[in-house]
C-alpha cells in the first residue's frame, strides 16, 4: 500500500510536515501529504517538547497517511518519561451500531504510561473488534475469522475475511447486545480529535482502503503529557496498580492476569530467544514479489 501509493504519486514520499499555527502547548500540523510515519514522528516529538515546556503538548495534524502502529508514538513519549497519546482516523470500514454499511474507519488509539524500573502501561486498540491487519492475516492463512468480527457487504454476519473486508468490521463489543454501541461511541471519539478537529477527512469522506484516486488526507492527534506537573510518584502508583492486577489469583491458573502490554513484551522475548521473527509463508512470498517489483534484495 505504501509502495503504491508513493509510485502512484498519490503520496509524496518527500514531504516535509509544516507547523500551521501553534500555542505553547498545542499546534495544527499540515502532514503535506508525506507518509504517515514521517508525519507521526514529527508531531508527536513537537507533542513531547511542549510537554517538557508547559506540562501539556496537544497536536492535531491533517494532510496525513496511514501511519503504522499508534501505539509506537505513544511509547515514543513514554521513553522520555512522559504519558503519550495517539489517535488515527482510518478510511471507513466499521459500520455503526445499526447500520448496514461501514461509515468510520477502525480509528486506533494508544496510551502508553511510565512505570518503575523501565515498565510502562501500554493500550494499543481499534475501536473495532479487530483491526483490519488481522482480518488480511487470516485471509492470507486462508482461514475463517471468528463470527462477530465482520458483516458482508449485505450487512450479514460472516466468517469470511473475504467477505468481511468487501463488507464492513463491527465496532468494538460486536453487536449491539453485547454493547457494540460502546465501541462506535470511541471510533466517534477517535474521530473528533482526528478528522474533525484538524480540518481533514473525517468518517465516510476518508477515501476508501487500498485506493489511489486521490490524496488521503488523513486525521491524526498526538499528546505528551509530562506527570512531574502534577502529583508526584506517578511511576510508583502505575507500578504498584499493575503489579497488584498481576499478581491477582487468575480464573484459570494457566493464564496469569495480565496489564496492557505485557502480550507484546511476552512476544518481544519470544523473538529475542528464537532470533528473529516467524513470518508466514504467504507473507514470505508476499514479500519476495514485492522486492522483485521494487529491485532490492529480498529478505533472508
Same mark, same amino acid.
Given at each position: 500500500m505504501y509502495v503504491n501509493d508513493v509510485k502512484q504519486k498519490v503520496c509524496d514520499g518527500g514531504a516535509v510536515p509544516s507547523i500551521t499555527k501553534e500555542s505553547v502547548s498545542t499546534a495544527l500540523v499540515h502532514g503535506n501529504n508525506g507518509l504517515g510515519p514521517v508525519v507521526g514522528n514529527f508531531c508527536i516529538d513537537l507533542a513531547i517538547k511542549k510537554a517538557k515546556e508547559t506540562g501539556i503538548g496537544w497536536v492535531c495534524t491533517r &494532510?496525513?497517511?496511514?501511519?503504522?502502529?499508534?501505539? /509506537?508514538?505513544?511509547?515514543?513519549?513514554?521513553? #522520555?518519561?512522559?504519558?503519550?497519546?495517539?489517535?488515527?482516523? @482510518?478510511?471507513?470500514?466499521?459500520? $455503526?451500531?445499526?447500520?448496514?454499511?461501514?461509515?468510520? &474507519? @477502525?480509528? $486506533? *488509539?494508544?496510551?502508553?504510561? =511510565?512505570?518503575?524500573?523501565?515498565?510502562?502501561?501500554?493500550?494499543?486498540?481499534?475501536?473495532?473488534? %479487530?483491526? %483490519?491487519?488481522?482480518?488480511?492475516?487470516?485471509?492470507?492463512?486462508?482461514? =475463517?475469522? $471468528?463470527?462477530? /468480527?465482520?458483516?458482508?457487504?449485505?450487512?450479514? $454476519? @460472516? @466468517?469470511?475475511? #473475504?467477505?468481511?473486508?468487501?463488507?464492513? *468490521?463491527?465496532?468494538?463489543?460486536?453487536?449491539?447486545?453485547?454493547?457494540?454501541?460502546?465501541?462506535?461511541?470511541?471510533?466517534?471519539? %477517535?474521530?473528533?480529535?482526528?478528522?474533525?478537529?484538524?480540518?481533514?477527512?473525517?468518517?465516510?469522506?476518508?477515501r476508501r482502503w487500498m485506493n489511489t484516486d486521490r490524496e488521503a488526507d488523513l486525521g491524526q492527534c498526538f499528546v505528551a503529557i509530562d506527570p512531574a506537573f502534577f502529583a508526584p510518584g506517578f511511576e510508583d502508583r502505575m507500578s504498584d496498580l499493575m503489579d497488584y492486577c498481576r499478581g491477582m489469583e487468575p480464573a484459570d491458573a494457566e493464564k496469569p492476569v495480565l496489564a496492557a502490554g505485557d502480550p507484546e513484551r511476552s512476544h518481544i522475548n519470544k523473538v529475542n530467544r528464537e532470533g528473529g521473527i516467524t513470518y508466514h509463508i504467504n507473507q514470505i512470498t508476499d514479500s519476495w514479489r514485492l522486492a522483485k517489483v521494487l529491485g532490492v534484495q529480498p529478505m533472508q
Open positions: &494532510g496525513s497517511n496511514h501511519y503504522g502502529i499508534a501505539g /509506537w508514538y505513544a511509547l515514543r513519549a513514554t521513553r #522520555e518519561g512522559l504519558l503519550g497519546m495517539s489517535f488515527t482516523n @482510518t478510511s471507513p470500514l466499521v459500520a $455503526p451500531t445499526r447500520a448496514k454499511k461501514a461509515a468510520l &474507519g @477502525t480509528n $486506533p *488509539l494508544a496510551l502508553s504510561a =511510565p512505570a518503575k524500573n523501565g515498565d510502562s502501561f501500554v493500550l494499543d486498540m481499534a475501536t473495532c473488534v %479487530v483491526a %483490519v491487519g488481522k482480518m488480511e492475516v487470516e485471509r492470507r492463512k486462508e482461514k =475463517p475469522i $471468528p463470527e462477530g /468480527w465482520a458483516l458482508d457487504k449485505d450487512g450479514n $454476519p @460472516t @466468517t469470511d475475511p #473475504e467477505e468481511g473486508i468487501k463488507g464492513a *468490521l463491527m465496532p468494538l463489543g460486536g453487536p449491539e447486545l453485547h454493547s457494540g454501541y460502546k465501541g462506535y461511541g470511541l471510533g466517534m471519539l %477517535v474521530e473528533i480529535f482526528c478528522g474533525i478537529l484538524s480540518g481533514g477527512q473525517y468518517g465516510p469522506n476518508v
